[in-house]
């Protein structure tokens, strides 16, 4: 016996609060990269970088993941 299919109802609901996920990750993602641009030395532009690059991976799996689930 297989899992019944989501509703439209609930896929929309589940849709609304990983694109308010997303956004907390962009806002999180606007903070680094604007802390990137005065960086003081290499080092600490490497960290933001991989920062930013670490952030912005795990949204855009995030929205992939989503994406599937919307067929």
Known sequence: ???APMTEATLLK???RAFA????SLEDA???AAEGQAT?????ARQSCD??????ETTLA???????RLG
């Open 1 to 3: 016996m297989g899992l």
């Open 14 to 16: 589940m849709a609304g």
């Open 21 to 24: 996920d997303v956004t907390g």
């Open 30 to 32: 606007t903070l680094v």
């Open 40 to 44: 003081p030395n290499l080092s600490s």
């Open 51 to 56: 920062r930013l690059i670490a952030l912005l």
């Open 62 to 68: 995030r929205l992939q993941q989503l994406r599937r």
